[in-house]
């Protein structure tokens, strides 16, 4: 079965650094998703990325789909407060079913 | 953008009592729901999927006694978590997607369900 790994688990940082996540897939990706969620709320949709060597940016969010599509990266640049939160990379399984990775907890100290 | 709506956004019960949670995509018909699980500090773990006019797929190790679902329409699914205990607590959220959109195609969340059982 196919599995996400996102690293790292937590990540602490100052106002105004930047920030990596990366979520690497034990298969390759039919599509790979990334979303943040709040402590104890939903997810919140950031972007969705297919092909392979794919960049797409949303304000201060840039992903990045590797070439081999399995592995994605989330990049923040001059993060901020409202920045933390949880970022979930899910991807399609070719079934329909959407899978997760564990998340990485960002705090973004003020 | 596409809304889904779940309700409710958090409920107390007691053991042994019944609890139901609706799922509602607002403004595009979903054939397909899904219905997740999130312990603290852990990623989101499929409990099923909800196949508008036929029977949920369950995962494996999920009951589905327990874990009772009905999507009786396009627009609505519900999970009733039956006979509830404290070990059921745990948050959970549905996700839906449309019927135009296929796979690789984004899904849309509702904000989830805490479920406290004392």
């Known amino acids: 079965s196919q599995e996400l790994e996102q690293s790292p688990q937590s990540l602490i940082v100052q106002e105004g650094k930047n920030l990596t996540i990366n979520c690497t897939s034990s298969?390759?990706?039919?599509?790979l998703y990334w979303y943040k969620q709040k402590y104890g709320e939903g997810l919140i949709f950031l972007m969705m990325?297919?092909?392979?060597?794919e960049e797409k940016s949303h304000e201060k969010i840039t992903a990045k789909l590797d070439e081999k599509k399995q592995q994605s990266s989330l990049h923040i640049t001059a993060s901020q407060p409202s920045h933390a939160g949880i970022y979930l990379c899910g991807a399609d399984t070719g079934g329909f079913k959407t899978i997760f990775g564990a998340g990485t907890r960002l705090f973004v100290k003020a | 953008g596409a809304v889904v709506s779940q309700h409710p956004s958090w409920v107390i019960c007691k053991s042994g009592t019944s609890v139901k949670i609706e799922c509602r995509s607002l403004d595009f018909q979903a054939t397909t729901m899904f219905w997740y699980r999130q312990f603290p500090k852990q990623s989101l773990m499929l409990m099923a999927t909800?196949?508008?006019?036929?029977?949920?797929?369950?995962e494996q190790g999920v009951e589905k006694d327990k874990f009772l679902i009905n999507h009786a329409s396009l627009t609505l699914s519900t999970l009733t978590v039956t006979s509830a205990h404290p070990e059921d607590s745990s948050f959970y959220i549905c996700?839906?997607?449309?019927?135009?959109?296929?796979?690789?195609?984004?899904?849309?969340f509702g904000s989830g369900t805490q479920l406290s059982v004392l």
């Open positions: 298969k390759t990706l039919y599509g």
């Open positions: 990325l297919q092909k392979g060597g």
């Open positions: 909800s196949n508008e006019g036929s029977k949920a797929t369950y």
């Open positions: 996700s839906a997607r449309s019927t135009h959109r296929g796979p690789g195609e984004k899904l849309f």
